[in-house]
């Protein structure tokens, strides 16, 4: 399949804090489809080392369905990012960071994707600083300059450990029960 996609995103802050982060443009995302994140959900979905923390999808400009990265970010109901559209338009906008407790605190990178062509990528300037409350975007994918249909935002923070569940700690003693009455009846 070949791919046509000329991505021309220009990034501003609205604002001149000091200490606003910023992002630069980091390439087209490789996933099928030009999607950003694999099939399987979001604990799947990792980008340089970060984990996604939660994809927001729209329609024509209209949100729609929110998905978190429950397994890593428990803490993540979605309201910790707020995007808006600038007013007529649906590629261009704002979004903003407000983490809550237990929240990861930063943003390392996120991506937006227009239709069936490729997610653009940006990238968090660490030495840009640590204010996500306005960061701007302007998109135009391909040569029908779509409208955004999906925002995904990643993390550094590393997955929480999966706890083994008390059931497998049972069944491994059951089966260990079975092992020792076995050699029990063969000696």
Known sequence: MKFKAAAV???????????????????????????????????NCVYNDSYAIAKYNFDDGVAGAVETNDIIFPS???????????????????????????????????????????????????????????????????????ALSNITFWDTTSPAPVPLPASALLLLAGMGGFAMLRRRKAG
């Open 76 to 146: 993540i109901d979605g309201s910790e990012f707020t995007i808006s559209f600038n007013s007529g338009s649906t590629k261009a906008g704002t979004w903003s960071f407000s983490p809550g407790a237990g929240d990861p605190t930063i943003v390392t990178a996120f991506a937006i994707k227009g239709g069936s062509g490729g997610a653009a990528i940006y990238e968090w300037d660490p030495s840009s600083g640590t204010d996500f409350s306005s960061i701007s975007f302007d998109m135009a994918l391909d040569a029908g300059d779509k």
């Open 9 to 43: 995103v220009a990034f501003a802050l609205a604002g001149t804090s000091a200490g606003a982060a910023t992002f630069t443009f980091a390439g087209l995302a490789s996933g099928p489809g030009g999607n950003a994140c694999p099939p399987g959900g979001l604990a």
